[in-house]
């Protein structure tokens, strides 16, 4: 079935440091694919989506790019910082009558000033 | 705009007892979906709605039921609370035809315990 795998967790950085956060997807058709944040206490909001592949997603400093050929959507951002503490969720979603966002387990990252 | 709207926060149910948990959104968006988030694991979809009157089971939706009279209201009912419900609840909504590449727009979730 479809699924989304990510790296495990936690993952602790220093502030200025380089994140990747790695996705891979497993999916029957041609999903569209997204990174999800979720700061503490909150609900999860978008961080990034890309629709197609090659396609590159980009917010606050952080990319994901559509890569078909390896079925992946990996997160990085080229510095980080405190704030950017949180839990990151790739997910995928087929659409075509199948109305499911499938989650990976998610990651948490803890930048230390 | 408020966005998505979740009530209670917080609830303590006692096994056996019923509940039902409030969603709300303001963006006149058709779609609206419930997961549930247990610790360490993604979300995992209960229930969804394309539009009012119409609902759909998810991936988990056993011990759930739900309802869409409005385009604002998504309320999720659990009829006999047991332990394994024990999770954190989060409605969403999107808005686009093609749900598959819109974003999800999330509430800020309603933690149950069952004791």
């Known amino acids: 079935g479809d699924s989304v795998t990510q790296m495990e967790g936690p993952v602790t950085l220093s502030e200025e440091a380089f994140l990747t956060i790695n996705c891979t997807y497993t999916?029957?058709?041609?999903?569209?694919l997204f990174w999800y944040v979720q700061y503490p206490g909150e609900g999860l909001q978008l961080l990034l989506k890309a629709t197609k592949a090659d396609d590159k997603g980009s917010n606050k400093g952080f990319e994901a790019t559509y890569r078909k050929e390896t079925t992946s959507f990996h997160l990085e951002k080229g510095s980080v910082q405190v704030s950017d503490s949180a839990v990151y969720f790739c997910a995928l979603h087929l659409g075509g009558g199948s109305e499911k966002l499938v989650f990976g387990k998610g990651t948490k990252l803890t930048v230390n000033p | 705009n408020a966005g998505v709207t979740q009530t209670p926060k917080f609830r303590i149910l006692k096994i056996g007892q019923s509940m039902t948990l409030q969603c709300t959104q303001d963006m006149n968006h058709n779609y609206m979906y419930w997961y549930r988030q247990d610790p360490g694991m993604g979300l995992k979809l209960i229930y969804y709605s394309v539009g009012a009157g119409i609902t759909d089971k998810g991936e988990v939706p056993n011990g759930y039921n739900v309802s869409r009279s409005t385009t604002e209201d998504f309320p999720l009912r659990l009829e006999l609370a047991a332990p394994s419900q024990t999770s954190v609840y989060f409605c969403?909504?999107?808005?686009?035809?093609?749900?598959?590449?819109?974003?999800?727009?999330f509430g800020p979730g309603t933690r149950l315990t069952v004791l």
């Open positions: 969403a909504s999107s808005g686009l035809a093609d749900s598959s590449t819109d974003t999800q727009y």
């Open positions: 999916a029957t058709g041609y999903p569209s």
